[in-house]
Structure formats: C-alpha cells, structure tokens
C-alpha cells in the first residue's frame, strides 16, 4: 500500500527536515523524531513512556557472551545508545561513549526509569534467568523499531555462540533484522514524519473527551501485567467468520469490555464517550527503514448516551469504522496536523521551557484525554529457523498510563496470540471482561499475571 508517488515526489524541504543526525565539536548528536519530541515533557518515574518485549529462552543465556552481544549491536544502533539532552529550544540525543549494560528484570516492568534523568538511555535491555527483556522509550522510537533492535541483538548472540541465522539478513522477509556488521543506512534515523510531509491540509475532525476508569491505583512503582495466550489458528477463523481483522476483532472485544464498566457504574459519569486508540505503522504506507517513531493512530468511537451496543453492531461499526480511517488521505491530515507545529518559525523560536508547558497541554488535549485505552497489534514476529527454535515464547507491553490506568499489546508467535495487559489500578475487572468475552465466543487463553506482589 505504499504510496509510490509521495516517495518520488519528496522536497528538499522535506529532506532537511526529516534529517536528525548532526555533529559538532563534541560529537554525534541527535534531535528528537516528530512523535518522539513531545515525549520528554509528559514523562516521569511512573508515565516512563516504556513499552516492553519480553522473550523466555529455552535455555538460560551466557550473561557475559549476551553483555558482548548488547555492546556490539548498540554500536549498530548508534541512534538508540544516546541520552536525553536540554538544549534553549529544543531536548535532542546526545551519543553515549559507553556501551548499555545488561540490567536485572528482577525488579518492576516499565517502572522507575525517568529519561529526563541526566545520563538515562532511552532503553534497557533485562536478563532474569531465561527471561530476556527489552524496554524502548516512545521518545526513541516505536515498537517496529524495538522490536528490530531485540532480532538483531538476538541474532548477535546466538552467532557468537556459534549458531548463525542462515539467511541473508536485512532483505526480503528478513529485511528489519540489521546485520550488526553491516553499515549504518542513515534512513534508519530519519523522521518519517518530516520526510513525508504533504503540506498543510484540513485539520483532522476534533474528538469528545472520553471516559476514564477511575479506582485505586496501585503503589507507586508497581506496574502488573497479565498475558493471555490463545491459539492464533482459532483466532483468525473466528475474525475470517465475521469477515474482519484480528485487531478489529480484538478491538471489538476491548470495546465491549470498556462498555460493560461504563453501564455497570453506579451513577453515570459525565463522560459518555468511550474511545479506544489502535496504532498503525505508516511503514506499510510509505517505503521507509526508519527506525524511529513512524506510527499514527486511529480511534474507534462510542457514544453511550446512544445505548448498549451489542457485539455484532461493535464488530460492524469497528470494522467499517477502520477502512474509513486507514487510507491516504485520512493518514496525511494526521501527519499535516502532528509535524506542521515544528515547521513554523513562531513554534520554533519558543524556548524549551514554554515548549514544554504547552506541550502538557496539547498532550491532554489531543492525547489520552481523547481516549479510554488502546491496544497496539505489532502482527507477526519472526525469526531466523536456527534463531526461532531458541525461543519459547513472546511477549509485548504497552506503556504504563495514570490517564488510561490499562492499555493493551498484541503480538503473534509462531502458532500462539499473546496478549498482554499492563495496567497502574487496583483493579483487574478490564482484564476479567475481556478474556470472559473470548471464552464467550469459544476462545479460551491461558493467562497468567506478573502479580504486582511479585
């Protein structure tokens, strides 16, 4: 679905912008990418802004040969080992001189790493036994290009306990694992956003506030996740049956898990709008091996005043609701809208601090106030034969968020659907409702829960 005649027709304008590596008398540096720049002023200790892949092993790893590993595919990806910067007026990448250490997963997901901390890596790559861990900043990038570092590093490691991929890497099906000895392609940091810029277009249509689950949260530092694994093969019969996606359906469900709070409340809120956020990677849009930030999304509406809907009309009004959403011209106002602010001069000359202000604002206006939680599908993740039979399984976390309090992530794993939960409240009655849906419909998963005790 690439848009051939935007790729052709890119500006010098569009160039410039789109470029983030600069070097001066210190060395390399970075700026932040289009969705990434709002992120330093929205985040802190418990919002960190970390999404999480969890990998279990078959076989515990060599911590020294992983270590090894981690260095040489950190400096494949020298646009990843970078720490935040305040400049006037803008926050960019500093390059770091050391290689990221291998930390402990013994500790809490997501939780208590602060990137506007002086010296903090946008990442961490987590070793626990055989539970291999990588958590990615949103300001870095998004989870096509974590999900590229994770494959490389694997790769790296296993071939340095001698077992190779066996394929051509970085072509073809294979085309986002980097070969750590390969060259640094300067479109891997480019800013998509920028560099596809259509020009200034129509704003997209405002959205309603949405409700938000309220309730306990859990104790600061505390981040639970709960997975559930289904069969893929019986998943994508049950979407084929409705004539729908795997996202659409799951989407569906997460609909009507978020009515079912809202009409089990004892007084009806003010809010009557349930919204639920589902990303799209505009690298099936535009031919580009970015691996920064290059995602939008598309909100999936619900007004309740207009009564329960039952599950068929959510399978519908989603479905339809989507391929009105994911085209062109949809996706361009959303870019015209989201990189137009950082083109104007006006914008450009305010200092950080009053960026950073702003920034809040915005973030409230046209971020999680305009939703009720989303959940992120990044689809099908594969390896190398030699490299997949090492890993037993696969697992992707959203962000924490004390707006949203629960959000959700998708991945596929060889024949299993993985979903994971990961949530700041008390409560676990989202979760509950959604996996009761499934098994509704004859779907059951096998869930289990890294308790927030743990």
């Not at 602060?114 to 036994?129: E, K, Q, S």
């Not at 704003?203 to 949260?217: C, I, S, T, V």
Request: with cysteine; hydrophobic share 40%.
């Amino acid at each position: 679905m690439y848009d051939e005649k935007a790729v052709q027709g890119i500006s010098e304008q569009n160039r410039r912008f789109a470029s983030t590596k600069y070097v001066d008398e210190s060395g390399a540096w970075y700026s932040l990418d289009n969705a990434g720049i709002i992120m330093p002023a929205v985040t802190d200790n418990r919002n960190t802004g970390l999404f999480r892949f969890e990998l279990t092993l078959k076989a515990e790893p060599d911590k020294e040969v992983l270590s090894r590993a981690l260095a040489q595919t950190a400096a494949r990806f020298p646009y990843f080992n970078v720490s935040l910067r305040r400049g006037f007026f803008w926050y960019y990448l500093d390059q770091c001189a050391s290689s990221p250490p291998l930390y402990s997963d013994e500790d809490q997901p997501c939780q208590e790493w602060n990137i506007n901390r002086p010296g903090t890596r946008m990442f961490r790559v987590r070793l626990t036994g055989r539970r291999l861990v990588g958590e990615f900043s949103h300001a870095l990038t998004d989870g096509s290009g974590g999900i590229s570092f994770m494959k490389s590093l694997l790769v790296r490691y296993f071939a340095l306990m001698g077992v190779e991929p066996g394929v051509e890497l970085g072509q073809g099906e294979w085309s986002d694992i980097v070969d750590p000895d390969s060259q640094v392609d300067p479109e891997e940091f480019e800013d998509g956003y920028q560099k596809f810029f259509p020009g200034t277009l129509p704003l997209p249509e405002p959205n309603p506030r949405a409700w938000h689950m309220k309730g306990p949260m859990l104790a600061p530092g505390r981040y639970r996740i709960i997975t559930g694994t289904l069969g893929l093969s019986s998943v994508l019969a049950e979407a084929k049956r409705r004539g729908i996606t795997i996202t659409e359906f799951l989407g569906a469900i997460y609909l009507d898990a978020l009515q079912d709070l809202w009409f089990n409340l004892p007084r009806k809120p003010k809010d009557h709008f349930i919204s639920l956020e589902i990303p799209v990677n505009l690298r099936q849009f535009f031919a580009t091996n970015t691996k920064k930030n290059f995602s939008l999304f598309i909100l999936i509406q619900e007004n309740l005043h207009l009564g329960r809907r039952d599950f068929a009309e959510l399978v519908k009004r989603t479905h339809y609701h989507m391929r009105l959403e994911y085209d062109l011209k949809s996706i361009a106002r959303q870019i015209s809208r989201n990189a137009g602010g950082t083109r104007n001069w006006a914008v450009r000359a305010v200092p950080l601090f009053a960026k950073d202000f702003f920034a809040r604002i915005l973030f409230a206006k046209l971020g999680e106030t305009m939703l009720s939680g989303f959940i992120s599908n990044l689809g099908a993740v594969k390896l190398p034969a030699p490299i997949g039979k090492e890993v037993e399984s696969f697992a992707f976390v959203p962000a924490p968020s004390t707006t949203t309090l629960v959000n959700a992530s998708v991945v596929s794993w060889k024949d299993a659907l993985v979903v994971s939960f990961g949530s700041l409240a008390v409560s676990r009655d989202l979760e509950t409702l959604f996996f009761r849906k499934l098994k509704d419909l004859g779907l059951t998963a096998s869930v289990c829960c890294r308790d927030d005790e743990e």
